[in-house]
């Protein structure tokens, strides 16, 4: 078991593009979506892995991840009722990784940056890119986008 | 990903006692018991598992099934609604293994026999404690009966 704590951005400007790292192609879908025991399949270039995480205490989680077969993965993904589809962008910033989001299909338009932090009051890279900040704002969750996509709101 | 065909019964008498091999205690909750897709947690003796179903198609269903440390499964327990105990006696006739479960909780006084089948039309051994088979009755369903237990019948 590990805890989970991150913080969630909006962006501002498209620069932090100049200062990618790697970028990696993933599906994911959800074998439960409810944010009490949220179970996520996801296929990550060559890796399929599953992931169950509990209920948000501020911006903390308790987060369980499992590496399994990625043909295990897509099988499991046709189970899902919707899957997301995005690219994962990092942004290396003073010894912080910046996860940045970009997501296709239904959710097409939506950019969001995360961060995982050691503390819930660690401090934090704050690039002139980093927009609004939206932790606490449910309709951002992965599976939360997987049932209500961004076109819809 | 592996096909999982078996055949549920209930008991007509107590006899099969004197043909068990191996018993062990079994905890499991559901992560989601909506039978389309169904996310298990099992404490095994010392083993604990995830395992994944999908929807049934007559007697077969699609199950993943992966090996997780047992501290891990306990705590995942706690993320489920509610907890399943059972004894899962095992009974070994001409090559055939019947997995007798005899449930403890809410669910007390419930003993169920399943056997699986390498075909849905494969022949298995008929002793004479087996009773009339429930295969196709979803209130058996072990997720089912975390919902509704036995006692609410």
């Given at each position: 078991?590990a ?21 990696t192609?993933i599906?994911q ?10 179970v996520r399949v996801r296929v990550k270039g060559d890796s399929g892995f599953i992931t169950i ?10 987060e369980f991840e499992y590496e399994i077969p990625a043909a295990d993965a897509l099988e499991l993904l ?76």
């Amino acid at each position: 078991m590990a805890i989970e704590i991150e913080r969630k951005f909006l962006l501002n400007n498209q620069h932090w593009r100049e200062q990618v790292s790697r970028s990696t192609r993933i599906a994911q879908g959800y074998l439960n979506a409810e944010p009490s025991r949220t179970v996520r399949v996801r296929v990550k270039g060559d890796s399929g892995f599953i992931t169950i995480k509990g209920k948000n205490e501020g911006i903390s989680r308790v987060e369980f991840e499992y590496e399994i077969p990625a043909a295990d993965a897509l099988e499991l993904l046709k189970l899902c009722p919707n899957v997301l589809d995005k690219t994962r962008h990092l942004v290396n910033i003073d010894g912080h990784t910046f996860e940045i989001d970009e997501f296709h299909g239904l959710n097409n338009g939506l950019i969001v940056a995360e961060i995982e932090l050691a503390s819930e009051n660690a401090s934090y890279p704050q690039p002139d890119w980093l927009g609004p900040e939206v932790s606490g704002d449910v309709r951002y969750y992965n599976s939360a986008l997987s049932e209500k996509p961004f076109s819809s709101w």
